[in-house]
């Protein structure tokens, strides 16, 4: 689990792990820390040790997370009481990810399953299968649409209000974790070293890149000035250089 920062409460989220026989091998909790202090602010317990990425809504109002207990939850942010909690088909191990105005988040499980919840109740509008397993995605939503990845090199667009799939584009090689969100385009990289670049509204790959002899198990990350990636391989950190 990586944190997830709020800056106007001044604290982080994050989920953890400990030992037990609780689900899949143990126990895991959310937990607030003060950012500056580490103080534990609150912790709220699951059944399940908790891999995914708290997310926290544009507006602030809502923080939500997976666990491996089988379910995602809903919790107020400032003292971490679960407003709602629902269950899942499969674990989700990735980020949520909310739309622009706070009112929806969708989440993708392990085994492909791409969902929307109404994020005041927790409600489900739809939820969709894209056919392969995504072990730890990280799904963006935008101006409407649902953009999500598969571990067999699939990116598939989904529209926000029913699910409906808009295109899938394929790209060579095994995609580990999630897109890359710029401007007009998403940045994708496949974990044999494959960076591919494709156009929102219909999924065109724009570019193909290959970085040699590098194997990549986490997201890119891009300079929006320079267009300069920086990519976490297995040969330590590179700063590519392509024309986006």
């Known amino acids: 689990s990586s944190p997830c920062i709020d800056v106007l409460r001044n604290c982080l989220y994050v989920g953890t792990e400990h030992s ?3 689900m899949l091998y143990g126990k ?10 580490g103080e534990e602010i609150w912790r709220t317990p699951t059944e399940g040790m908790v891999p995914c990425s708290p997310a926290l809504s544009p507006a602030g109002s809502l923080l939500v997370c997976g ?10 942010p400032d003292n971490g009481t679960v407003l709602w909690r629902l269950p899942t088909k499969g674990t989700v191990k990735g980020r949520a990810a909310f739309s622009e105005d706070s009112s929806i988040v969708c989440a993708v499980s392990e085994t492909g399953w791409v969902s929307a919840h109404m994020a005041a109740s927790g409600d489900q509008m739809w939820h969709r299968n894209i056919g392969e397993r995504s072990p730890h995605c990280f799904a963006i939503v935008e101006q409407g649409r ?3 990845t598969s571990s067999k090199g699939m990116v598939v667009c989904l529209n926000l209000l029913n699910g409906n799939i808009e295109w899938i584009t394929q790209i060579r090689g095994e995609i580990g974790w ?10 994708v990289n496949s974990t044999d070293g494959y960076v591919a670049t494709l156009d929102k509204i219909t999924g065109t790959k724009q570019s ?5 002899g590098v194997f990549t198990y ?3 990350t891009c300079d929006p000035n320079t267009k ?7 040969k330590g950190i590179l700063c590519y250089g392509t024309d986006l």
Do not use: C, K
């Open 20 to 22: 037990g026989l609780g």
């Open 28 to 37: 895991g909790d959310f937990v607030a820390l003060n950012l500056l202090t």
């Open 67 to 76: 666990s491996n207990d089988f379910h995602i939850y809903g919790l107020n």
């Open 146 to 148: 649902v953009f999500t």
């Open 178 to 187: 999630g897109i890359t969100n710029l401007e007009t385009t998403l940045l």
């Open 208 to 212: 193909v890149d290959r970085i040699p």
């Open 218 to 220: 986490q997201p890119l």
């Open 228 to 234: 300069n990636v920086v990519v976490p391989t297995s």
